[in-house]
C-alpha cells in the first residue's frame, strides 16, 4: 500500500481522492481539512442569499461519510500546520480538541486552496465587514441581510463575487453601493465593449456603481461596527454592510518556505501536478495551471480547474502518467438576465501579457426576425495576429448562448485558427440562430 496524505478536502482534494480510492485500489488515501464542511460550491452563495434558491442545502456534493465508506480515513475540523517534508510527515493539530498527531505519506497532496484578499486600510476589521469565501462566510452575510437596519451594503470589488452578491443584495431590498479600483465591472474577464452591457444593466437595476474609486478606509461608530466608506478621493459613503471581493490568494503557508512559487504566491506544477518536490502534488486554488493561450503556466481560480487539476494529480498519484491537457480559464456570469461568458484572453487581458492580437466583433438577433421570442447576441473572437490561432472568445445576450463558449475553449486548447472557423459546419434551426449565424459570421469578419 502507499500513503497519499490530501490536505484540503474541498474540490481539487474531493475530486483527487475520489480518482484514487476508484481507481486504484493499492492507495491509502487520507484527507484532512480545518473546516467543519466539505464540497460547498461558493457559487451557490449568491443564489441562496439573494433567494434565487430555497436554501444552501443543496450546495454540498458529498459528505465525510462518502470517504470512509471507501475505505479512506478522513479528519475534518483539523488544521496542519507544519510539515516534515525530508521525513515525509504531516502534522495534524484538532481543532476540537484531542492530542495532535503526525501522519507519515508516501505522496503528499497540497490542495490548500486560496483565501480572500483584504484590503490592506485602516478599519479593516471593525464588525460588520465580511469576505465570500466559506459557507460560514455565506451563513454570515445572509444572517446580516436579514437584520431590519441593514439598508445599505457596500460592495468592494466588481469582479465574479462582487456583481453576484449586488445582485443578491439587490434581490434582499438593499440599496446596494459597489465599488472596483478599475474603471468598470468585470474587467479581469471582458473587454470594456462587453462589461459595460454588464453595467448598464447593473444601472437599470438601480445599483450604485462606483468605479475607478479606490477605498482607502472604513469607519466604524461607538460599537466598533462599520459605518463609513471613504474613497482615496476623500468622499465619504453610509453604509451598514461590507463585503469584501477584491480576489483571492493561494493558501500556501505549508509549503512557501520548502516549494517553488509563481509571482503570486501559488505553487509551481509541472503537466503531471507535481512540485519542485517529487514527492509533493498540488492541485486547484493553490498551484499554478497551464494556460493554453499564454502557453504558459498562470493562475486561475476556479472550481473547474480545481477539479480537473485533482483528477489529473490523482491519476498521476496513483500511477498513470497524465498529462494535464491545460485551460482556457472558461467561465460566465448571469446578473438580472443578462449572461456574458468568456474563455481564454480579451483584447485587454492580452496587452497585459504581451501577446499581440486582433478581433473581429458580430452583434445581431440569435435567431431569424420571424422568431418571436429573439434577443441580441454580442460576440467577440480574439486571435494572435502573427499565428491567427484563436486565444479568447466572449459572448453576451439575454438568451442562453452559454454552450458556444465550450467551442472556442477547445478552439484556443487545438491552436485552431480564425480561418478554420470561418467555414466550420455550423448547423441553422430558428429555435437556435440565423442561417448567417454570428460565429461563422463573426470569424468572416477577420482581417
Ligand atoms: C462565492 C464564490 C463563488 C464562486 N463561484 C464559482 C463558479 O461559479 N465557478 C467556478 O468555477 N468557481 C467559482 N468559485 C471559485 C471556487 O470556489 C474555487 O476556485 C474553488 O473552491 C477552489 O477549490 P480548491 O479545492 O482548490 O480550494 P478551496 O475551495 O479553497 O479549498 C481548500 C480547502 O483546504 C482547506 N485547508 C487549507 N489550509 C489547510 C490547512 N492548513 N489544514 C487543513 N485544511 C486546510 C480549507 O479548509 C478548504 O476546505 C467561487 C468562489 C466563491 C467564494
Ligand atoms: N461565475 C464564476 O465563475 C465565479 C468565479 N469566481 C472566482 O473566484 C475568484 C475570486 O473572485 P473575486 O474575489 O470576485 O475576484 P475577481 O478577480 O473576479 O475580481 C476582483 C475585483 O476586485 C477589483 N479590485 C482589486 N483590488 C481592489 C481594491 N483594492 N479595491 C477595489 N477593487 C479592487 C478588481 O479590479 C476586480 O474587478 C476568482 O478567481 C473568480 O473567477 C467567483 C465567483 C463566481
Redesign the pocket.
Known amino acids: 500500500m502507499s500513503r497519499t496524505v490530501i490536505i484540503g478536502a474541498n474540490h481539487a482534494g474531493i475530486a483527487a481522492a475520489n480518482t484514487l480510492l476508484d481507481n486504484y485500489p493499492d492507495q491509502e488515501v487520507v484527507l484532512v481539512d480545518r473546516n467543519t464542511n466539505l464540497s460547498y460550491l461558493g457559487?451557490g452563495t449568491a443564489l441562496w442569499v439573494g433567494r434565487q434558491i430555497e436554501d444552501y442545502h443543496g450546495l454540498f456534493y458529498t459528505k465525510k461519510e462518502d470517504f470512509e465508506a471507501k475505505g479512506a480515513k478522513i479528519y475534518m475540523e483539523t488544521s496542519v500546520n507544519d510539515i516534515d517534508y525530508a521525513g515525509k510527515k504531516v502534522h495534524c493539530h484538532p481543532l476540537t480538541g484531542g492530542d495532535d498527531f503526525t501522519l507519515e505519506y508516501d505522496h503528499l497532496l497540497l490542495t490548500t486552496g486560496s483565501t480572500?484578499i483584504s484590503?490592506n486600510v485602516p478599519g479593516r476589521d471593525l464588525d460588520g465587514i465580511h469576505f465570500l469565501k466559506l459557507f460560514q462566510d455565506g451563513q454570515d452575510v445572509d444572517k446580516e441581510m436579514s437584520k431590519p437596519e441593514v439598508q445599505t451594503v457596500a460592495v468592494?470589488?466588481?469582479?465574479?463575487?462582487?456583481v453576484?452578491v449586488a445582485e443578491a443584495a439587490k434581490r434582499r431590498g438593499k440599496k446596494v453601493l459597489v465599488?472596483?479600483?478599475?474603471p468598470t465591472c468585470l474587467?479581469?474577464y471582458y473587454d470594456p465593449e462587453f462589461s459595460s452591457m454588464m453595467e448598464e444593466n447593473l444601472k437599470e437595476h438601480d445599483l450604485e456603481l462606483h468605479f475607478g474609486k479606490?477605498?482607502s478606509e472604513y469607519k466604524g461608530d461607538a460599537n466598533g461596527r462599520v459605518n463609513q466608506v471613504v474613497t482615496k478621493e476623500g468622499e465619504t459613503y453610509d453604509v451598514d454592510l461590507v463585503i469584501n471581493?477584491?480576489?483571492?490568494r493561494p493558501n500556501n503557508d505549508l509549503g512557501k518556505d520548502h516549494l517553488d512559487l509563481f509571482a503570486n504566491g501559488a505553487y509551481k506544477v509541472d503537466r503531471h501536478q507535481v512540485t519542485s518536490d517529487p514527492a509533493v502534488y498540488a492541485a486547484g486554488d493553490c498551484a499554478t495551471i497551464y494556460s493554453n493561450a499564454l502557453d504558459g503556466d498562470t493562475y486561475?481560480?476556479?472550481a473547474s480547474n480545481a477539479v480537473r487539476s485533482g483528477i489529473v494529480a490523482g491519476h498521476n498519484i496513483g500511477g498513470t502518467a497524465l498529462e494535464a491537457i491545460g485551460v482556457q480559464g472558461s467561465?460566465?456570469?448571469s446578473i438580472f438576465g443578462l449572461n456574458l461568458v468568456s474563455t481564454g484572453l480579451s483584447v485587454e487581458s492580452a496587452a497585459k501579457f504581451g501577446v499581440d492580437v486582433a478581433y473581429t466583433d458580430f452583434e445581431d438577433l440569435q435567431k431569424p426576425a420571424f422568431m418571436k421570442v429573439n434577443d441580441k447576441v454580442k460576440i467577440r473572437i480574439v486571435y494572435e495576429k502573427s499565428s491567427r490561432r484563436v486565444v479568447g472568445a466572449q459572448l453576451a445576450s439575454k438568451a442562453d448562448v452559454s454552450m458556444a463558449i465550450h467551442m472556442f475553449s477547445l478552439a484556443i486548447q487545438e491552436h485552431v485558427t480564425i480561418d478554420k472557423l470561418s467555414l466550420l459546419d455550423i448547423f441553422f434551426l430558428p429555435h437556435f440562430n440565423q442561417p448567417y449565424n454570428y460565429i461563422t459570421m463573426a470569424a468572416l469578419g477577420a482581417k
Open positions: 457559487c480572500p484590503p468592494i470589488g466588481a469582479g465574479y463575487i462582487g453576484e465599488f472596483d479600483a478599475a474587467a479581469n479606490l477605498v471581493a477584491i480576489g483571492f486561475i481560480a476556479l467561465n460566465g456570469i
